[in-house]
C-alpha cells in the first residue's frame, strides 16, 4: 500500500498522520503551506476538486474529509476502532461530532475574533465590533458553551470519547478539545487532562514531529 499525506502547516491534517504513527505504517508527506492570508494554496485543487486538507493518496484513489479518512483505515486495518456494541454507538457519535457540531462555532468565534482585531477605519469599527458582539452572544458563545459543557461531562465519565479504549474518534477530537481549552481551559479539567494524554502518546509525538503543532502557540 502506498501512502501519500498532503499535509498543511497548522491544519487539521495533523490528524491523518497521527492515525498513520498509531498504526505503524509507511507513508510519504508532501508539505503543503499556507499563503499570505493563511488559507491553503489554491494549487492543492490538483488534488481534490475542493482543494481542503486533509487529503492522503492511498493506492491511486484520493481520500478526503478527516472523518472518512480516519473510518477508512479503522476498516481497512481492522484497528483503533470500536470493541464492543457500546463502544461502537459513542465511537460513530464522536467521529462525526467533532466536526459536524462542535467544530462550526469554534471557527465562527474564531473569525469573530479576528474582525474584531482586523485594521480599518476608525469610523467603522464600533459597527463591526457590535455586529460581531451580537454574533456572539447570540450563537456562537452559547453554543460554545453547550457543547464543551457536553465534552467536558463526556470526558469526566470515561477515559477515552467511545469508552475504555483509545480509537478514532479520539483522534477526530483532537482539534475540537484544542479549540477549546484555547477559550477557557481553566474551566475544563477533564478536557486539559485527556488533551495531556493524547499528546503523550508516543505516535502523537511522531507525528507532530513530522507535521507541527496543530495550530499557531501549541
Do not use: C
Request: no cysteine.
Amino acid at each position: 500500500m502506498t501512502i501519500t499525506v498532503h499535509h498543511l502547516d497548522y491544519s487539521r491534517s495533523l490528524r491523518v498522520l497521527w492515525m498513520l504513527e498509531e498504526l505503524g505504517l509507511d507513508y510519504d508527506v508532501k508539505e503543503w503551506k499556507r499563503d499570505d492570508n493563511f488559507r491553503a494554496p489554491a494549487e492543492a485543487t490538483r488534488i481534490h476538486p475542493l482543494g481542503r486538507f486533509p487529503m492522503i493518496e492511498v493506492d491511486g484513489h484520493v481520500l478526503a474529509e478527516s472523518g472518512a479518512i480516519l473510518e477508512y483505515f479503522a476498516e481497512r486495518e481492522g484497528r483503533l476502532g470500536p470493541t464492543s456494541d457500546a463502544e461502537k454507538l459513542e465511537y460513530r457519535f464522536f467521529l462525526h461530532y467533532g466536526e459536524g457540531s462542535v467544530m462550526p462555532p469554534l471557527l465562527v468565534q474564531l473569525l469573530l475574533t479576528k474582525l474584531r482585531a482586523a485594521p480599518m477605519p476608525f469610523f467603522v469599527k464600533p459597527v463591526a465590533r457590535g455586529i460581531a458582539s451580537k454574533m456572539e452572544k447570540a450563537y456562537s458563545g452559547p453554543a460554545i458553551d453547550l457543547h464543551l459543557g457536553f465534552v467536558e461531562k463526556t470526558l469526566a465519565t470515561r477515559p477515552y470519547f467511545a469508552g475504555e479504549h483509545f480509537t478514532m474518534a479520539d483522534i477526530q477530537m483532537f482539534y475540537p478539545v484544542v479549540g477549546g481549552l484555547t477559550r477557557s481551559a481553566a474551566e475544563r479539567p477533564h478536557m486539559k487532562a485527556w488533551w495531556n494524554r493524547m499528546r503523550s502518546r508516543d505516535a502523537y509525538v511522531r507525528a507532530e514531529a513530522k507535521g507541527g503543532a496543530p495550530v499557531p502557540g501549541r
